[in-house]
């Protein structure tokens, strides 16, 4: 998918996360829960190789539950600290100050030890654009400190916030000059990591169709009342297409979304679809799995935890 998206105000961000991870006791790195792995920015994990890292999957309302537990699971195997939580109930959010404490435990040893009797944990909330930080920290903060919307790029600078004894730096969400994988940048745009007027929705479209259709064809059934929902692949997608369009068809007449001569306008369905997606109206879904979980259809709908 070739999709032009490393902006200037990204390479900035990259540029100010470098000089404030030394300032850092902890780095939180918030992934999406429904694409764990696809929404971990290597450049990121790169820059707070050096610090301890607890791995933060939001979003945990919109994602699978089973597969989410089976996530913590892999990264607990991978020895890392994660945990999943909801930015609106928060649910999991003591769990983060606990695993904050426990990986600035020498830190605050040592303040200990000078007769101090708190010591402030810094940490740095990084992550892809629209993956929640500033939902997560005025949770975190249980007050509205950052602000926050429903679209990439809404965080453009730095912003400290102390909360008792844990201090928190928000930074603007940065993605990759390059994705390795279609399917990968598929991902990332459904969930609402990158801008919609960035890469083909109707591509989009066919690619969560196709996922959906092998493994939540309940849940696409019922939102849409489908007829028949086919088992087909994204990578098969030139020989089945007729299929998937089928699909579209129904769900643009049912939805009355029609352009001239009562054709069915397949830009809208597109964008109705993926908006229903990344806002959880299908229900609960998670677009990768682990190993610990893969499914026994002839698909693979992620990529190994490594």
């Known amino acids: 998918m070739p999709v032009q998206w490393y902006p200037g105000h990204m390479a900035k961000a990259r540029r100010m996360m470098e000089e404030r991870v030394r300032q850092v006791d902890v780095v939180i790195e918030l992934v999406d829960a429904r694409l764990p792995l696809s929404s971990r920015n290597p450049v990121l994990q790169e820059l707070s190789a050096k610090k301890p890292r607890l791995v933060v999957m939001t979003r945990e309302d919109l994602a699978d539950p089973l597969i989410t537990r089976s996530w913590l699971d892999a990264f607990a195997s991978d020895n890392m600290m994660a945990v999943s939580v909801n930015t609106t109930n928060g649910n999991g959010f003591s769990q983060v100050r606990d695993g904050l404490r426990k990986l600035a435990a020498a830190k605050i040893q040592r303040a200990l030890e000078k007769g101090l009797q708190r010591a402030v944990v810094r940490a740095m909330v990084v992550g892809i654009p629209n993956v929640g930080k500033s ?74 169709l196709c996922f959906a259709g092998q493994h939540y064809p309940d849940l696409l059934q019922k939102r849409y009342g489908l007829s028949h929902v086919p088992a087909v692949r994204w990578t098969d997608l030139p020989t089945v297409w007729p299929q998937i ?42 677009f990768e799995w682990p190993a610990s979980h893969l499914s026994e259809t002839s698909s693979d709908p992620g990529n190994n935890l490594s």
Request: proline residues 3%; hydrophobic residues 40%; aromatic residues 6%.
């Open 135 to 208: 939902s997560f920290i005025n949770q975190f903060a249980k007050r509205s400190v950052a602000k926050t919307g429903n679209k990439p790029g809404v965080t453009r600078t730095e912003q400290w916030v102390r909360m008792g004894d844990i201090e928190l730096l928000d930074t603007p969400g940065v993605l990759w000059p390059k994705i390795d994988t279609a399917e990968q940048g598929l991902r990332l745009a459904i969930s609402g990591a990158v801008k919609d007027q960035i890469y083909d929705m109707e591509e989009g479209l066919a690619f969560f």
């Open 245 to 286: 369009a089928d699909v579209v068809e129904e769900i643009g007449r049912k939805r009355g979304l029609l352009g001239r001569g009562g054709v069915v306008d397949e830009e809208r369905v597109a964008k109705m679809v993926i908006k229903e997606v990344q806002d959880g109206v299908l229900g609960p879904m998670t």
